[in-house]
């Protein structure tokens, strides 16, 4: 798309002084960006032209809008869901991608509930049990009766522009005695509509037959979790039939989650060079205030872990786009969307990070949002922290109800 020239100016907005790093097209340099029509209008040293709005991001590093491709932003609808929308865009995303929250049978719902009024772009993984992940308590694939591939796949061709795949979690205490026949549905579904599958690998289910099934493109979730069943063996090394995925095509993801991410099993496959294809949160209602936060916080976890800052910023917008397929997201170049993400990276600090078992690791760096342009429009964090309190205490809240014990209030079951 052309920029539009308009009469105050040939910039709607310059964003000039940053460090820009953009790995779809092989760019860091000390660059210009300017934005005309909610497009990229044009990179490029020292920029000239009228801009309606200026801002200098010196001392900043300026990257295509992050990507988070696994997310559950269902809130209201569903026991994990969280009202994401004003934390991406306070925190740099302006792609969130909720991975199987809803099922066949509330996809309408969230199209129109949340997918609409957001200012984030929201797309989704459609679970293949048609409940999605409405009922934490209980494991959606336990009754295989609600895991239907033909329902997920029409859902996926009739709502095309919001969803990327098809979702499956493949732990034993969601496929209860099924073993990998959701996963043999999911796939089937992922066939019919040429879209990637995402598996969630955890306990209790071996991951050789997991991974067996899974084609180039299909998504591991949760690559650096410990709770058993994961990618690396208990010698520390990385199991073999996660070389053979990566091999045939396989990409890993993090989605670091409320018990899916370690520091300890992180170290080891990336002393193995096993380094995941993407970074993503897994964010929901039981992990928003801590451990994982935002998207900034995670991938500075992996920063920290000595993953480059150039691959870092690749796994949270190239990589995810690509993933999706949606290669025409997390780019700069000329004619995308102007969706960017400026931020502070710390230097020389104390910070600390948590990881899901509870270990504190103290690092030297760490990623903060500063800015965050979606659709050609600025958001700033102080501006949004009202309304991302407010969606923390909303978690707080369907966390409390979730987990409260109703057999200590002696209530007892109507008589008469
Ligand atoms: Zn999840």
Redesign the pocket.
């Known amino acids: 798309m052309a920029p539009d020239h308009t009469v105050s100016g040939k910039f709607d907005l310059l964003l000039t002084g940053a460090t820009v790093l953009d790995p779809s097209q092989d760019l860091h340099d000390l660059v210009d960006v300017g934005v005309a029509g909610g497009r990229i209008a044009a990179v490029g040293h020292d920029l000239q032209g009228e801009a309606r709005q200026q801002i200098d991001l010196s001392g900043c590093l300026l990257t295509p809008g992050w990507i988070d491709i696994?997310a559950?932003v269902y809130a209201g609808a569903t026991t994990w869901g969280v009202s994401a929308d004003a934390l991406c865009l306070a925190t740099g995303v302006t792609t969130i991608v909720d991975?199987g929250s809803p099922g066949w049978a509330s996809l309408p719902g969230f199209v129109d509930y949340i997918v609409a009024p957001s200012r984030t772009r929201v797309l989704t993984f459609v679970h293949v049990s048609g409940l999605g992940l409405i009922y934490g308590p209980i494991g959606e694939c336990e009754d295989i009766r609600y895991v239907d591939p033909e329902r997920t796949a029409a859902a996926i061709e009739q709502w095309r522009e919001v969803c990327v795949g098809v979702k499956v979690r493949q732990g034993g205490h969601q496929v209860g005695d099924h073993g990998i026949e959701p996963l043999r549905r999911a796939m089937q579904a992922g066939r019919y509509t040429n879209t990637p599958v995402m598996v969630?690998i955890a306990v209790g289910v071996p991951l050789d037959d997991v991974l067996g099934e899974m084609r180039a493109g299909d998504i591991v979730t949760h690559c650096y979790q410990g709770t058993g069943d994961g990618i690396v063996a208990t010698d520390g090394n990385v199991e073999p039939a996660a070389r053979q995925a990566r091999a045939k095509g396989v990409l890993f993801d993090v989605?670091h989650?409320g018990g899916s991410f370690r520091f300890d099993v992180a170290r080891a496959a990336l002393s193995h060079d096993f380094v995941a294809d993407v970074i993503s949160t897994?964010i929901?209602a039981h992990n928003i205030d801590g451990p994982v936060f935002s998207l900034a916080e995670t991938a500075s976890k992996l920063l920290n872990l000595g993953v480059s800052l150039e691959q870092v910023v690749r796994q949270c917008t190239t990589a995810p786009a690509q993933a999706i397929g949606r290669p025409e997201l997390g780019t700069l170049k000329v004619g995308a969307v102007a969706d960017l993400a400026a931020f502070h990276v710390r230097e020389g600090g104390q910070f600390e990070f948590r990881d899901v078992a509870g270990e504190v690791m103290v690092g030297e760096r760490r990623i903060e949002p500063h800015l965050t342009v979606r659709d050609g429009t600025v958001y700033r964090p102080r501006e949004l922290a009202a309304e991302c309190e407010e969606a923390i205490a909303r978690a707080r809240q369907m966390r409390a109800f979730t987990g409260r014990d109703f057999a200590t209030l002696g209530w007892a079951p109507p008589t008469g």
């Open positions: 696994h559950h991975a969630h989605g989650g897994d929901h």
